[in-house]
């Protein structure tokens, strides 16, 4: 872009600003954070012990749940689905009673007394469902290279679907560690957020534990099994594996060698270096479009992992940006997290935006900058519609979370949005900004107002003022540039603007906003 083009981009930019400030969000808290669940009772650690069935499709389980009575409570009430708990103790009493509703995706648990105030334990034994489709955990069939059928297990967890896993506080909000335990098939190699602590062999079958997690919501833990290779490296203290079903392993060199180059570039432009001791990549053949960015643990839709040999550089093209896409998660989503969905644009935009600009950096033959120009207008012909809705959608049932991850606005806009940002507060002071909005909500969970506040400290400017209008509103601004001259040979140039609409007209828009500046003529 033209240093011209960037004047007007500001210029732009501040316009639209001016078309009423949204109602202000306001930082992180948790107190005040939306969601359905009390928070009165706080997760602090989970021990998650899961026995899978993939031929009958079963689950059983028992949890240990670390917990913080903040207010004495006689209820404890957390998300499940399809699953049913026995033996449920608090610090060894038996609860009273167990309520299970699927239809709103909750368990309560009547205690036989009052919880006091601080730490307690949580334990139950539970049996629930393994799933078919790519929600929870889930039995994926698949054909080997040799032509045999095989099962693995996986999953895929966001937005809401942790909870059919494991009964657990499944909003993003409540972060705590995770230690998982599994016992499968003793053949099969299992796969979770962190390196393997330890694992036992019991004739047909194997248990696996891994080493705790950090902090981190629920919908981020993940575990993957069956007869799966892997290729490896070790850079800079970290290990990188690209996991396959055995036969294909070795078409995942190309994205081995992609993750320690993202990873090395990610740690340098966030000034924070990423925390876990490995990052495994899970080839899953069929299963689910694209890919999810469990930290330290990102599953692949194979087609977007995997590069055999012989093919088509556009392959090769999106198996490198959907990995610098969920790699860039493990900041902006795994290490902050949004506090509610409302906020999903600090994951997905961020993800995406830094995506494009490590695919142009690293692969400058391919011009990956005119395909942002492209992702572009596919947004801007969306919000050009009076149907279309701002970055930051309210989400008033997490069961709808879902519905809040649009390509068009989430995806595209958003990352439109923050280069122009970029260009206007110049890419050090953003880069600034945006390495103080890590460092100060790592281990925890923001909204958009953290973000303007780290940015207004990096760039001395009123950043929410002017930003808040892009992401609390739909639409973009038309605007207008008129130059007149007095008498006296004085100029005045006059913008105005307007909402942009392929058709209709935009029935908040009540007044048009205009900015004179007077020089000679």
């Avoid at 954070?33 to 997760?43: D, F």
């Avoid at 340098?268 to 495994?280: I, Q, S």
Wanted: overall charge negative.
């Amino acid at each position: 872009m033209s240093f011209a083009s960037l004047r007007f981009v500001a210029v732009a930019a501040a316009v639209f600003a001016l078309a009423g400030p949204a109602a202000a969000e306001a930082p992180f808290d948790f107190d005040t954070a939306p969601g359905h669940l009390p928070k009165t009772v706080v997760p602090i650690d989970y021990q998650v012990a899961i026995v899978p069935d993939a031929a009958t499709k079963t689950l059983t389980g028992t949890e240990t749940i670390a917990v913080d009575v903040r207010r004495p409570v006689t209820t404890i009430v957390l998300n499940s689905l399809n699953e049913r708990l026995r033996n449920v103790r608090l610090d060894a009493a038996a609860a009273a009673s167990v309520q299970s509703d699927d239809a709103k995706q909750l368990t309560t648990i009547t205690l036989a007394r009052p919880a006091t105030v601080g730490r307690h334990t949580l334990t139950f034994a539970y049996d629930g469902k393994l799933e078919t489709a790519p929600q929870g955990l889930f039995v994926q069939s698949y054909r080997a290279p040799g032509g045999a059928t095989g099962t693995m297990l996986s999953t895929q967890f966001e937005a809401t679907d942790a909870r059919r896993m494991f009964p657990c506080w499944d909003e993003p909000a409540f972060r705590a560690t995770f230690q998982l335990t599994a016992t499968v098939p003793a053949p099969w190699t299992s796969v979770s957020n962190m390196p393997v602590e330890s694992r036992t062999v019991h004739g047909a079958v194997a248990t696996t534990t891994f080493r705790r997690s950090p902090k981190m919501p629920s919908y981020l833990v993940e575990y993957s099994a069956g007869d799966l290779a892997h290729v490896d490296a070790t850079a800079a203290g970290k290990q990188f594996s690209v996991w396959a079903v055995r036969g294909q392993e070795q078409n995942g060199a190309y994205a081995l060698a992609n993750a320690q180059q993202i990873l090395a570039d990610y740690d340098a432009y966030f000034g924070y270096t990423y925390p876990l001791p490995k990052l495994d990549s899970i080839a899953v053949p069929g299963g689910f479009q694209g890919a999810m960015e469990n930290w330290g643990a990102i599953t692949y839709n194979d087609q977007a992992l995997l590069l055999p040999p012989g093919s088509a550089m556009s392959r090769e093209q999106r198996v490198f940006s959907i990995q610098a896409h969920e790699m860039a998660h493990q900041w902006n989503g795994d290490l902050v997290t949004m506090g509610w969905w409302d906020d999903i644009w600090l994951n997905e935009s961020f993800a995406s935006w830094m995506a494009a600009k490590e695919t142009e950096m690293r692969n400058p033959s391919w011009s990956w900058s005119e395909r942002q120009d492209a992702s572009k207008e596919t947004a801007m012909n969306a919000d050009a519609r009076l149907t279309s809705h701002a970055i930051e959608q309210h989400v008033v049932n997490e069961l709808d979370a879902q519905a809040s991850f649009d390509s068009a606005i989430t995806y595209d806009k958003g990352q439109a949005f923050l280069r122009m940002l970029e260009a206007y507060l110049g890419p050090d002071t953003f880069r600034a900004g945006i390495r103080q909005y890590i460092q100060a909500r790592a281990y925890s969970n923001a909204t958009s107002a953290d973000l303007w506040q780290a940015l207004s400290a990096a760039s001395h400017r009123d950043v929410e003022k002017l930003a808040s209008a892009w992401t609390t509103q739909p639409g973009f601004p038309v605007v207008a540039v008129h130059a007149t001259c007095d008498a006296s040979g004085n100029r005045t140039v006059a913008l105005t603007q307007k909402r942009f609409l392929l058709n209709g007209t935009d029935p908040a828009a009540a007044a048009v906003r205009t900015a004179s500046h007077g020089r000679s003529c």
